[in-house]
């Protein structure tokens, strides 16, 4: 029932306001400062885990106990441009496959504070997590991959020549998740 409710709130989202929803990407995580950074290797390869600050606006909060989870909560696909190129598939599969060595080797889980963000970078693709809260919430780490690329996965070729990222837009506008051109 409450995805089912979740599904109705991002059909009339869609319907309503669609194109507000574009630039919510643009003007989130402008001023954003590298908090950490570390790298999962992926055989020979390395892939960048950032955790970014966004902006100045946002103050640190008490946090709600438990940090709600959002993990597997339905989210909206809108295409967007971040640049000219949509990533290589080559590129985004290695990041698939650092999330699945973070999931087993780390936790399944990740906590992003609110007005943070954390994205996952190898050659040319970028995989994000944008918590435009105040608090933190939680994700699993199998859920963010999956969606990060299907939202990828709607918006590149073969589907759509043109786009260069591919969001995935919360119901209550807190979170997006994405896919895009590093
Ligand atoms: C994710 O990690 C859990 C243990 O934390 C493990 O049981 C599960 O098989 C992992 N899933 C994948 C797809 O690797």
């Given at each position: 029932m409450k995805a089912f409710c979740?599904?109705?709130?991002?059909?009339?989202?869609?319907?309503?306001?669609?194109?507000?929803?574009?630039?919510?990407?643009?003007?989130?995580?402008?001023?954003?400062?590298?908090?950490s950074t570390t790298t999962i290797a992926v055989g020979d390869k390395e892939v960048e885990l950032t955790q970014l600050s966004c902006g100045t606006s946002v103050t640190k909060r008490q946090t709600a106990t438990p940090i709600p989870n959002i993990c597997g909560e339905i989210c909206q696909n809108v295409c967007s441009d971040s640049g000219n190129l949509p990533p290589t598939t080559e590129d985004c599969q290695t990041i698939v496959d650092a999330i699945t060595i973070l999931n087993g080797s780390v936790s399944p889980t990740f906590t992003v504070d609110g007005g943070?963000?954390?994205?996952?970078?190898?050659?040319?693709?970028?995989?994000?997590?944008?918590?435009?809260?105040?608090?933190?919430?939680?994700?699993?780490?199998?859920?963010?991959?999956?969606?990060?690329?299907?939202?990828?996965?709607?918006?590149?070729?073969?589907?759509?020549?043109?786009?260069?990222?591919?969001?995935?837009?919360?119901?209550?506008?807190?979170?997006q998740v994405g896919a895009a051109h590093s």
């Open positions: 979740f599904a109705l709130v991002s059909a009339a989202i869609a319907a309503t306001s669609y194109a507000s929803l574009l630039p919510r990407d643009q003007s989130f995580c402008t001023d954003a400062k590298t908090v943070h963000a954390q994205t996952l970078t190898f050659g040319t693709c970028r995989f994000f997590f944008e918590n435009l809260a105040l608090d933190s919430v939680e994700n699993c780490w199998l859920a963010f991959g999956q969606t990060a690329a299907a939202a990828g996965s709607a918006c590149f070729p073969p589907v759509q020549p043109v786009h260069s990222e591919g969001l995935c837009l919360s119901a209550d506008g807190l979170w």
